[in-house]
T-cell receptor, first 117, second 113 residues
Framework: GAVVSQHPSRVICKSGTSVKIECRSLDFQATTMFWYRQFPKKSLMLMATSNEGSKATYEQGVEKDKFLINHASLTLSTLTVTSAHPEDSSFYIC?????????????FGPGTRLTVL | GENVEQHPSTLSVQEGDSAVIKCTYSDSASNYFPWYKQELGKGPQLIIDIRSNVGEKKDQRIAVTLNKTAKHFSLHITETQPEDSAVYFCAASIWGTGNQFYFGTGTSLTVIP
């Protein structure tokens, strides 16, 4: 099956610093990648949708200047949490979709646990 | 927009018994309904999905049923095993449009040995 990786799996940073999370599709080209945030024992909250080569589409209430998303290639998307604060601590999960003409399945990465001190 | 509700939020069953999780959706245009299993500290994994052109789909111990008229779909796990313990999420989407998935709130399933 399709594999999506995320790096790092865990990161601890100081308040005010920026953190970059990578999402890679390992064996397929992802035309669309999604970034989710998940609080403990809660559902997945869609933050933004990114298409390769274009600007990300952010969901209402998500600050685009705080959560920078780049989808520079068909296998890599990055989420940068800028000037992180303790309230940004969360589990961040990406997913990737091969393409509308092939499949609408979303393949999820293993997630990144961000802790901001 | 689409609203997906999921019940129950927690479910405990004895090993070997069946487990049923139910979801309802609001948008009649939704026609793709995947189910995901998420283990602690990991990302969700697709376990089964169904499109609206069928009413039921089965894969070994897992089955999903769909009632388009009532706008609800259910996950059925038979002969449960301890390794089935996890959080399960349903989702709804419109196939082929590239639209986002709308997720339910999750069900924490515990299978008691």
């Amino acid at each position: 099956g399709a594999v999506v990786s995320q790096h790092p799996s865990r990161v601890i940073c100081k308040s005010g610093t920026s953190v970059k999370i990578e999402c890679r599709s390992l064996d397929f080209q992802a035309t669309t990648m999604f970034w989710y945030r998940q609080f403990p024992k809660k559902s997945l909250m869609l933050m933004a949708t990114s298409n390769e080569g274009s600007k990300a589409t952010y969901e209402q209430g998500v600050e685009k200047d705080k959560f920078l998303i780049n989808h520079a290639s068909l296998t890599l998307s990055t989420l940068t949490v800028t000037s992180a604060h303790p309230e940004d601590s969360s589990f961040y999960i990406c997913s990737a979709r091969a393409g509308e003409s092939v499949s609408d399945e979303q393949f999820f990465g293993p997630g990144t646990r961000l802790t901001v001190l | 927009g689409e609203n997906v509700e999921q019940h129950p939020s927690t479910l405990s069953v004895q090993e070997g018994d069946s487990a049923v999780i139910k979801c309802t959706y609001s948008d009649s245009a939704s026609n793709y309904f995947p189910w995901y299993k998420q283990e602690l500290g990991k990302g969700p994994q697709l376990i089964i999905d169904i499109r609206s052109n069928v009413g039921e789909k089965k894969d070994q111990r897992i089955a999903v049923t769909l009632n388009k008229t009532a706008k609800h779909f259910s996950l059925h796990i038979t002969e449960t095993q301890p390794e089935d313990s996890a959080v399960y999420f349903c989702a709804a989407s419109i196939w082929g449009t590239g639209n986002q998935f709308y997720f339910g709130t999750g069900t924490s399933l515990t299978v008691i040995p």
